[in-house]
């Protein structure tokens, strides 16, 4: 840190992204990235063209893209806001409905991010306790004492894959008319009911996804929210006040070529759902415990071997999970769903770690 730090940040505690580590090839199953490659609709809308026209900057009002997901969903184009990654939208929806005196409600066990933003802008959060199954009880937002602020849900939640309905969903929001709920729906594809609909009905509703997960574009960084007009502009405000151009050329490229593989897009996720099944079954058989995912990843528990520990044996063994140290949920472990092959491996790790253990117990 140097002496010229904003003194309000010299104790700000940053976000630790999942490990992308270089020293040698992992099976990564610890970032939630698709298995998969983007659609060859995608590769081609990148190199057909596209980046020779990197010289000029590219459409500010992104307006190409906002149509083809407004007509993907139903909504108008009024009604889309893009940004440079999902995270980037969390970031401006806590500065424009949080920050500057009110509250951010979330559940204590969600996507680590929330409380980060909360600190950087100087927010009082409000880490609402998860039942002990880890779901979320929906009336624990509904008679909240405060006027205005921001609740913040993940649906499905992470890093437990456990999804409320829209019917829950509504009465959290009929609650909060005067509050802001923002649905983070950055793994809806892999089975969870979308509240995006809802927009129309409710003007209080943000809903935010992502191109990260289901659609193999992480690395492009796009996310995405739909919302009442209104609340789109305020995100808008931002943006002019911040990056007018935060989708680069390639990127929306890739985007509205994404949207034109619809197809192949579902067929990556119904194939993900399947070897999320057989993972979890097969984990089932080895003894773990593992919560009914609707994501592209399960968490899972052993009672043979600690969190930490199956965390630290895997990656020796050249395979990388998430582990969160962490109150409540330090003996689970986080999987990213790969393909079949890429869980057999782990599947095959996981068995010899148990094994080697059982035979040091039977040595000692
Ligand atoms: C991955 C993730 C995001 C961020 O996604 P990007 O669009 O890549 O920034 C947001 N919310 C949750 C819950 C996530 O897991």
Avoid at 61 to 89: M, P
Avoid at 148 to 171: F, H, R, V
Wanted: hydrophobic letters at 35%.
């Amino acid at each position: 840190m140097s002496r010229y730090l904003n003194p309000g940040l010299a104790g700000l505690e940053s976000y630790t992204p999942g490990e992308q580590p270089r020293d040698m090839k992992y099976i990564k199953l610890n970032t939630n990235e698709s298995p998969y490659p983007p659609s060859p609709e995608v590769l081609s809308a990148v190199n057909s063209g596209e980046a020779e026209l990197l010289r000029l900057y590219p459409d500010p009002e992104t307006t190409v893209l906002k149509d083809a997901l407004a007509a993907r969903y139903g909504v108008s184009r009024e009604n889309i806001f893009l940004s440079n990654g999902s995270d980037d939208i969390l970031n401006f929806a806590f500065l424009a409905f949080a920050a500057g005196g009110r509250k951010v409600w979330f559940p204590d066990i969600s996507y680590g991010f929330y409380q980060v933003f909360a600190d950087l802008y100087g927010i009082n959060a409000v880490q609402v306790p998860l039942r002990e199954d880890f779901t979320v009880d929906p009336s624990d937002y509904c008679s909240l004492p405060d006027v205005g602020g921001l609740i913040c849900i993940a649906n499905p939640n992470a890093p437990t894959g456990l999804t409320l309905n829209s019917g829950q969903i509504e009465d959290i929001l009929k609650s909060n008319m005067d509050k802001v709920v923002l649905i983070d729906e950055a793994y809806v594809d892999f089975g969870a009911d979308s509240a995006l609909p809802l927009t129309k009905k409710y003007d209080n509703l943000l809903v935010v996804q992502t191109f990260s997960k289901s659609r193999s574009m992480a690395g492009a960084r796009l996310g995405f929210a739909a919302a009442d007009s209104q609340l789109i502009e305020d995100l808008d405000k931002i943006k002019y006040s911040t990056n007018p151009y935060n989708i680069n050329r390639l990127t929306m490229a890739a985007g509205v070529a994404a949207l034109k593989s619809d197809g192949y897009f579902m067929d990556n996720c119904r194939r993900i759902m399947e070897t999320r099944a057989y993972t979890k079954s097969e984990l089932e058989k080895l003894g773990f415990s593992v919560l009914p995912s609707a994501a592209n990843f399960i968490f899972a528990k052993s009672d043979r071997i600690d969190g930490g520990r199956l965390y630290r044996e895997l990656k020796s063994k050249g395979i990388l999970i998430r582990h969160f140290d962490k109150e409540r949920i330090s003996d689970y472990n986080r999987i990213t769903i790969g393909t079949r092959e890429e869980m057999e491996a782990m599947l095959e790790k996981i068995k010899e770690i148990l094994e080697e253990d059982d035979n040091e117990k039977c040595r000692s």
